[in-house]
């Protein structure tokens, strides 16, 4: 059987695309399991990434925002990827260029079959701002997971944290389980342990499970 507990420090960089196209030209077939970051510019995308792999250098942070124009793809085995997304919501970027990376956001969202859970990470100061909840909406309805994450939470004291998560648990306390909310701090590495615990959940759906099984099986009989 096939372990089931995933080291997310392997991940390693495997593309970058610009839009869907380019990303089934690359990796066709749309199989195994994809989870997406998404989230406004300059929430902690990168950031989040870097730390939850242990890799400083893994994907690329910035005190700009908007700096994830493009669909950045990071392997961590052959069924599983982690995928960094272009951040929304950014106003000062000229208006052609941001309606090209929204909508290779939202045709990646749409098109996307492998994509078995999306982190919608929301600065812990603002989060729930409307086009976080069109995220949250729009995945809710997809059947997709949530992970709704409050970056920067080291920029709290511990009250006013344990406040604001309350407040946001409240607030989507209508998805019950369909989206679970965490605080996080790439820089302290607040939350850790519990946003990889709930990636490791997402990678071992059973379909994939029972994919992997049958195929070691067969393998196996092939040998003998
Ligand atoms: N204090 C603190 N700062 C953070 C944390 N996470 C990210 N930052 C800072 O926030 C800024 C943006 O972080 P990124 O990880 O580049 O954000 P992003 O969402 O990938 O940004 P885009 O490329 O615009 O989509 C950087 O200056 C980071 O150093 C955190 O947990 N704590």
């Given at each position: 059987m096939t372990e089931s507990r995933m080291d997310f420090r392997k991940a390693k960089f495997l593309i970058s695309a610009?839009?869907?196209?380019?990303?089934?030209?690359?990796?066709?077939?749309?199989?195994?399991?994809?989870?997406a970051f998404a989230g406004r510019s300059n929430a902690g995308k990168s950031s989040a990434l870097n730390m939850l792999t242990d890799q400083k250098g893994l994907a690329r942070t910035s005190k700009?925002?908007?700096?994830?124009?493009?669909?950045?793809?990071?392997?961590?085995?052959?069924h599983r990827?982690?995928?960094?997304?272009?951040?929304?919501?950014f106003a000062q970027v000229p208006l052609?260029?941001?309606?090209?990376?929204?909508?290779?956001?939202?045709?990646?969202?749409?098109?996307?079959?492998?994509?078995?859970?999306?982190?919608v990470l929301m600065d812990i100061r603002h989060p729930l701002k409307d086009l976080d909840m069109q995220m949250i909406e729009w995945a809710v309805e997809s059947e997709i997971p949530v992970l709704a994450l409050l970056t920067k939470a080291?920029?709290?004291?511990?009250?006013?944290?344990?406040?604001?998560?309350?407040?946001?648990?409240?607030?989507?306390?209508?998805?019950?389980?369909?989206?679970?909310?965490?605080?996080?701090?790439s820089l302290k590495g607040l939350g850790k342990p519990k946003v990889l615990s709930i990636?490791?959940?997402?990678?071992?759906?059973?379909?994939?499970?029972?994919?992997?099984?049958?195929?070691?099986?067969?393998?196996?009989?092939?040998g003998q």
């Open positions: 610009p839009d869907i196209a380019h990303l089934n030209q690359y990796l066709p077939g749309d199989a195994g399991v994809e989870i700009t925002p908007g700096r994830t124009q493009l669909i950045n793809v990071f392997e961590l085995d052959e990827r982690l995928v960094d997304l272009p951040g929304y919501g052609a260029l941001k309606k090209k990376w929204q909508y290779a956001l939202g045709e990646y969202l749409q098109e996307r079959q492998c994509l078995t859970g999306v982190v080291d920029k709290m004291k511990q009250s006013e944290r344990m406040k604001m998560i309350n407040e946001v648990r409240k607030h989507l306390g209508d998805y019950d389980d369909r989206v679970k909310v965490e605080a996080f701090s990636l490791n959940e997402w990678c071992h759906p059973e379909w994939l499970m029972e994919a992997i099984a049958e195929a070691e099986a067969a393998d196996e009989s092939e």
